[in-house]
């Protein structure tokens, strides 16, 4: 009895062609599984397994576009260019697409103007809330005309915050805070409104240095300015891992003083790097004996390593290449002490809000420097606003938020890395 059961029920199995699933799963997203059941005569636990199985398959490809454009966004600027763009679409086009899928079916107008089907059925909702008084309608809205000159008000606004920033850097500050658009209108808009992109000469080199965590390698360097007639030297402790500026120093000329403190503090906040890289300067490095800093890196138990060319020590050049031209030029100071004031503020906007092409162009230094990688990109997937990312980022930005050291048999208590009180003998 059980097998002639079983036999009847095998002969009951239909077999459906992908044509006759996909317009069942399009009604079921339309006037619900139960309905659709009754409407095709199927069952609502099949209905239910294709609709998920579709919605699984839809969000598998959502997620891999949005890896590859992580991805993409560490590519060269040519490379970005042959993928394809994310694209607004205007009220008319979004009536144009729910006209043809209402003459023909949601498939085909997935076909024919290359929409997501989930996507028209959500124009579909909204058109139907907006007609009871629910919601604006998604065929109605602005002019492209008045998308597109919103859109530039966005660019030069952001180009007017940081006029050093290029093209390919304000799209990623843009793309950061949810506003997606092509490099090319972004550079078509700022040469429109006076830039001029600078000239800049790279040279090829074969030696290359790879940190794989925070505090793996430091790079040190100085940066030489003239601010009215007066000369400054800027020290730049830059994490190769995350391109965090762990500290900076600012003093007339190199000197070792200025790099035992400028480090002992970076140490002292952000705890002790295991190697340094530098270029062999006269505030780094000693040709007859032991210089200074290289005693202090050895009592501190770090290794150092001395470039043998400029190009070892390329992340720290790229980084002052970009400081000069995004912050000592298109910047006027009374005196060397209003410029320390900004330098300081100008750091810490790129620590914490500047995007970086060496982190895939959505990422700021802090997000790697605090292991917030994942957090972040997943709100910025979200659609989160610039408030939550920098909410997120903050509450939790110290490596050690309490420590006990001793100097010179000195022992010193360290909160949210600001020393609290030492102790004397």
Same mark, same amino acid.
């Given at each position: ?35 659709s059941s009754?409407?095709h ?11 998920r ?13 949005s ?5 993409? $966004?560490? $590519? ?14 205007t009220?008319?086009?979004?009536a144009?697409?729910?006209?043809? !899928? $209402?003459g ?11 929409v997501?089907?989930f996507?028209?059925?959500?124009w579909?909702?909204?058109?139907k809330r907006?007609?009871?008084?629910k919601?604006?309608s998604?065929?109605?809205g602005? $002019?492209?005309?008045v ?6 008000r966005?660019?030069l ?14 799209r990623?500050?843009?793309?950061r ?6 490099v090319?209108t ?6 429109? !409104? ?15 240095f790879?940190?794989?965590?925070p ?23 830059l ?10 120093g ?13 480090f002992?503090? !970076?140490?002292?906040?952000?705890g ?14 000693s ?9 202090f ?9 001395? !470039?043998?060319?400029k ?6 050049e ?8 995004e ?16 330098l ?10 500047r ?10 230094p802090a997000?790697?420097?605090?292991g ?40 010193e208590?360290?909160?949210m890395?600001r020393?609290l ?5």
């Amino acid at each position: 009895m059980n097998g002639q059961s079983k036999e009847r029920k095998k002969r009951q199995t239909r077999n459906y062609t992908e044509e006759q699933k996909q317009e069942v799963i399009e009604d079921a997203l339309e006037i619900g599984n139960t309905a659709s059941s009754k409407m095709h005569g199927i069952p609502v636990s099949t209905i239910s397994h294709w609709v998920r199985m579709e919605k699984k398959a839809f969000a598998v490809i959502t997620r891999q576009n949005s890896d590859r454009a992580v991805v993409d $966004s560490a $590519s060269t600027e040519k490379q970005s260019r042959n993928k394809k763009a994310a694209r607004r679409y205007t009220p008319s086009e979004k009536a144009r697409i729910l006209e043809y !899928a $209402s003459g023909h079916n949601v498939t085909a107008a997935h076909r024919k103007y290359d929409v997501s089907r989930f996507t028209i059925y959500n124009w579909r909702q909204k058109v139907k809330r907006a007609a009871e008084g629910k919601g604006p309608s998604p065929t109605t809205g602005e $002019s492209p005309a008045v998308l597109e000159e919103q859109r530039d008000r966005e660019i030069l606004n952001e180009w007017h915050k940081q006029p050093g920033l290029g093209p390919s850097q304000i799209r990623n500050q843009l793309r950061r805070k949810g506003v997606k658009v092509s490099v090319h209108t972004v550079r078509r808009v700022m040469e429109e !409104a006076g830039y001029r992109p600078p000239k800049v000469k790279s040279k090829p080199h074969d030696e290359r240095f790879e940190a794989v965590r925070p505090n793996q390698l430091w790079h040190l360097d100085f940066l030489h300015r003239h601010i009215n007639r007066a000369n400054t030297f800027t020290l730049i402790l830059l994490d190769d891992y995350s391109r965090y500026v762990a500290g900076h120093g600012v003093d007339d000329a190199e000197r070792a003083d200025l790099v035992i403190k400028t480090f002992e503090e !970076a140490v002292g906040r952000h705890g002790k790097p295991e190697m340094v890289l530098h270029d062999k300067g006269s505030a780094f490095w000693s040709w007859r004996g032991i210089g200074r800093f290289t005693s202090f890196l050895t009592e501190l138990g770090i290794d150092q390593i001395a !470039a043998e060319h400029k190009e070892w020590n390329g992340k720290l050049e790229v980084f002052n290449a970009n400081l000069q031209k995004e912050f000592f030029d298109v910047n006027r100071f009374y005196d060397v002490a209003q410029m320390r004031r900004r330098l300081a503020t100008h750091l810490h906007w790129y620590n914490h809000q500047r995007t970086s092409h060496a982190l895939g162009g959505l990422l700021v230094p802090a997000d790697r420097y605090y292991g917030r990688v994942d957090e972040v990109l997943a709100r910025i997937e979200a659609g989160s606003d610039r408030e939550g990312l920098d909410a997120l980022q903050l509450r939790d930005r110290m490596l050690e938020l309490f420590k006990v050291v001793s100097k010179g048999g000195v022992p010193e208590v360290w909160l949210m890395g600001r020393k609290l009180t030492a102790f004397d003998p």
